[in-house]
DNA sequence: CTTACTTTGCTTGCCGATAAGCAGGTAACT
DNA sequence: AGTTACCTGCTTATCGGCAAGCAAAGTAAG
């Protein structure tokens, strides 16, 4: 990949994520904790080190997330037996009903645009996934890394 | 294209936008700033109006980030003398030197991952990028349709 | 085993950066 | 005059991150 692809594909990760939180409805959630919320449904019950790592997000931030969507009854702390000071969080009934909703709610904005473009572009769009999560991953590293 | 697709897309495109963010170093700009300079250096004197359609950017963010520009003399506003209302921009020689700089520092983060990736992926990635850009003009129009 | 000290995992208060957006102003066009 | 293009002050939302605090766990001396 050289100058002028990675200097487009930041710029359009940018312009994509500008108009997706703009898009953004919700159910008294931000983006991020969605996302979280997300995580936490599919990951079943999960450390908070494990959902910053998957999310890229801080510490802090985690903190918080799981802080206000336990207030929301959207997940619940499950103690550790081994170890009281940190508790794995699972989604609870009322979880899984948001998270349902919130995913179908969003996923339209991103389906509905992708419909209106080519069926390259469409197929191009599926094949990339995977790849985007893996430099996603490969620039979290390298961050942490340093 | 699938919720799942969708959701995932969505997702993936947050994490990358957070962690670009976070290792954007800079000249003093911020990444939309940055952006925004690369846009009015390739595209020649523009207009605010088709600035802000190409970023995605709202006009008032434009208007504060044209002036920061222009304040740093890396662009200069360009009278038009069919309407002295509205002025195109254009860069300057200090602003296309600081856009070179920008732009290959950026780039680098994202190629240097990029590399780490498989043949593969990085295919895919060279591939789906006029999809994302097609896809975020389509949530764009969306947007300032509804 | 008990007490004291250190480390670890998480929480919280505070502040800063980035960006959106409204309201109101000025100047230039029609 | 009315509209339009832009600028600016203020507010809000989201997220990052440091630093202090707290409770549990680990370690070691008594």
Same mark, same amino acid.
């Given at each position: 990949?050289?100058? +002028?692809?990675?200097?487009?594909?930041?710029?359009?990760?940018?312009?994509?994520?500008?108009?997706?939180?703009?898009?953004?409805?919700?159910?008294?959630?931000?983006?991020?904790?969605?996302?979280?919320?997300?995580?936490?449904?599919?990951?079943?019950?999960?450390?908070?080190?494990?959902?910053?790592?998957? +999310?890229?997000?801080?510490?802090?931030?985690?903190?918080?997330?799981?802080?206000?969507?336990?207030?929301?009854?959207?997940?619940?702390?499950?103690?550790?037996? $081994?170890?009281?000071?940190?508790?794995?969080? +699972?989604?609870?009934?009322?979880?899984? +009903?948001?998270? $349902?909703?919130?995913?179908?709610?969003?996923?339209?904005?991103?389906?509905?645009?992708?419909?209106?473009?080519?069926? $390259?572009?469409?197929?191009?769009?599926?094949?990339?996934?995977?790849?985007?999560?893996?430099?996603?991953?490969?620039?979290?590293?390298?961050?942490?890394?340093?």
């Amino acid at each position: 990949m050289d100058t +002028e692809a990675g200097s487009r594909l930041r710029g359009v990760i940018a312009r994509l994520s500008r108009q997706l939180n703009a898009s953004a409805a919700g159910e008294g959630l931000t983006p991020t904790e969605a996302s979280a919320l997300s995580v936490i449904a599919f990951r079943g019950p999960i450390g908070l080190p494990e959902l910053t790592a998957l +999310e890229g997000l801080n510490p802090t931030m985690v903190s918080r997330i799981v802080g206000k969507l336990d207030d929301a009854r959207l997940i619940r702390r499950v103690p550790n037996a $081994d170890d009281l000071r940190s508790a794995n969080v +699972e989604i609870t009934a009322d979880g899984r +009903e948001a998270n $349902d909703r919130i995913r179908t709610e969003r996923a339209k904005v991103v389906s509905e645009s992708a419909l209106l473009l080519s069926e $390259d572009s469409q197929e191009a769009l599926a094949r990339a996934l995977p790849a985007l999560e893996a430099l996603a991953d490969q620039l979290q590293l390298r961050r942490v890394g340093h």
